[in-house]
């Protein structure tokens, strides 16, 4: 795993973009797995310059989501299908036919699961996967324990996370579980990239790049990844090199 670091957020952002970018123009029906939350954000909004400037088309690309909350129909407004309508998937060329989200209002959620982890299969894999990273150092909503060989399946999620998330529902209460894909899912992807942005990062960035590769440390599990990068602005990289890694 290495890491490039970026003087700020936006060509953090930008650098992201433009890998993920170049990767969909040397083949367009790339697979792509995507995060949610607030640190893609910028990425999003420079994918969807591209797309609008012709530079890039994802009309024949297949797109899955990390993550859903359970519970949540996929019109809810703090559900992951609105947010990726709304920052990308409504704003691109994208084939409706191939975007995936986990259905967090299946009503056999575990059934659900495995419907989707065969759509991954199927599509041949996933090409890029782009995550972001839990303070506590979650990849997906892979909490800290979470087994490497796990597969798309219903997970609780830890109290540190529901508490961040928490301001995305009414009565700040975030649902109590959800469904991502699993570790193994993610180590399997081709590439990865993970984003980190803040200071607020800092410490489960050092762990996961310095600290031993375990599952206590999600992301730690990128150290044994052949093609994975981190992409930091300098205050998620603050962290590195201080021995915090633990
Ligand atoms: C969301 C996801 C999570 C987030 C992580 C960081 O789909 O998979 O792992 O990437 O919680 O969230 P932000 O970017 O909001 O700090």
Do not use: W
Not at 13 to 28: G, M, T
Not at 234 to 242: I, K, M, T, Y
């Amino acid at each position: 795993m290495r890491a490039r670091i970026f003087p700020d957020y936006e060509a953090m952002s930008a650098a992201a973009a433009d890998a993920v970018a170049r990767r969909v123009s040397e083949d367009p029906s790339s697979v792509l797995l995507l995060p949610t939350g607030t640190t893609p954000l910028g990425m999003y909004r420079r994918l969807v310059d591209l797309c609008r400037l012709g530079d890039v088309s994802f009309a024949e690309a297949t797109f899955f989501n990390l993550d859903e909350y359970l519970g949540l129909l996929p019109d809810h407004p703090a559900s992951y299908h609105v947010y990726m309508k709304e920052h990308f998937y409504g704003l691109i060329d994208a084939d409706p036919a191939r975007i995936f989200v986990p259905d967090g209002a299946a009503l056999d959620p575990e059934a659900e699961c495995e419907r989707y982890e065969a759509a991954i299969k199927e599509s041949g894999g996933v090409d890029v996967c782009v995550l972001g990273i839990g303070r506590n150092g979650h990849i997906g909503f892979n909490e800290p324990g979470a087994p490497f060989d796990s597969r798309t399946r219903v997970v609780t999620l830890s109290e540190s996370t529901r508490l961040v998330n928490a301001a995305d529902f009414e009565a700040n209460r975030a649902p109590e579980r959800a469904i991502t894909v699993g570790m193994a899912t993610i180590a399997e992807s081709r590439e990865v990239l993970l984003l980190a942005s803040d200071t607020n990062k800092a410490k489960a960035v050092a762990a996961a790049l310095e600290g031993e590769v375990s599952e206590s440390m999600p992301a730690s599990m990128l150290g044994h990844h052949p093609r994975a990068t981190l992409f930091l602005d300098e205050d998620a990289a603050s962290g590195l090199g201080q021995g915090v890694a633990g």
